[in-house]
């Protein structure tokens, strides 16, 4: 195989160059004051991309030079008395990202009949990027009843919700309810947290929520 870069080739650099994998070539080409970056990928090497440098450039090496991860290519200019340092600034594919919110409810439903505290717990994809699915844990105290709704379940002392998938600003909202009886009598603290999430979670601080309510009676509940 033979390929024409321009006049007077002097060096060669072997790198990979755009960061898709393979091997990508780097050339001096002295005699019009540039680099060729040749490589495809499919091992085609053209069209050559030209990049300008100082006079009559000779030796070229490829390292990453600005501890970016991206390898850079320098060359010695041999009619211009110095260096040429050529950075990379390949851009790299951000990854997705969903930041969840956690908001957990409560009011007391007190009744002759039924006396219950019923929560909602509203879980929120605020973006950049669409949830694929989430999970948000809510440990029980012991001796504590709770009745989960659709999209939660109970076992070992923990609620678990699922979000499904959301998109970007959309939200869901999981109830669940704690029936009170004469042993409820007490502060039922409960904080429901974020505890998995895909894709990543950017945003930790709106990953947790509490309500604590007061039991003073079967029929005189108060919560925040
Ligand atoms: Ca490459
Ligand atoms: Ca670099
Ligand atoms: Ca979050």
Same mark, same amino acid.
């Given at each position: ?11 060669? /650099?072997?790198? %990979?160059? $755009?960061?898709?994998? =393979? ?6 080409? *002295?005699?019009?004051? @540039? !680099? ?26 490829? /390292?990453?030079? %600005?501890? $970016?991860?991206?390898? =850079? ?6 009619? *211009?008395?110095?260096? @040429? !340092? ?43 990027? *669409? ?12 001796g504590v009843k709770i009745v989960p709704g ?75």
């Amino acid at each position: 195989m033979t390929i024409t870069v321009g006049p007077n080739p002097y060096g060669v /650099a072997v790198a %990979d160059l $755009d960061e898709d994998g =393979d091997a990508d070539l780097a050339v001096t080409v *002295a005699g019009q004051d @540039s !680099v060729a970056v040749l490589g495809n990928g499919d091992g085609t090497f053209t069209p050559a991309t030209t990049l300008g440098v100082n006079t009559w450039p000779t030796e070229i090496h490829a /390292a990453d030079l %600005d501890v $970016d991860g991206r390898v =850079d290519l320098v060359t010695t200019n041999r009619h *211009a008395d110095g260096i @040429s !340092v050529l950075l990379n600034r390949t851009e790299r594919p951000v990854p997705p990202t969903a930041d969840v919110s956690v908001k957990l409810t409560a009011n007391p439903n007190i009744g002759l009949l039924i006396s219950e505290i019923r929560y909602t717990l509203t879980i929120r994809n605020l973006g950049p990027d *669409a949830l694929q699915s989430g999970t948000v844990s809510t440990p029980i105290p012991a001796g504590v009843k709770i009745v989960p709704g659709s999209g939660c379940s109970v076992a070992a002392g923990v609620l678990t919700c699922s979000t499904g998938a959301l998109a970007v600003n959309g939200s869901v909202v999981r109830k669940f309810t704690h029936p009170l009886s004469a042993l409820s009598i007490g502060t039922l603290r409960l904080t429901a947290t974020r505890t998995a999430s895909t894709p990543a979670d950017p945003n930790a601080a709106n990953d947790k929520s509490t309500s604590t309510c007061s039991v003073v009676s079967i029929l005189l509940v108060t919560c925040r």
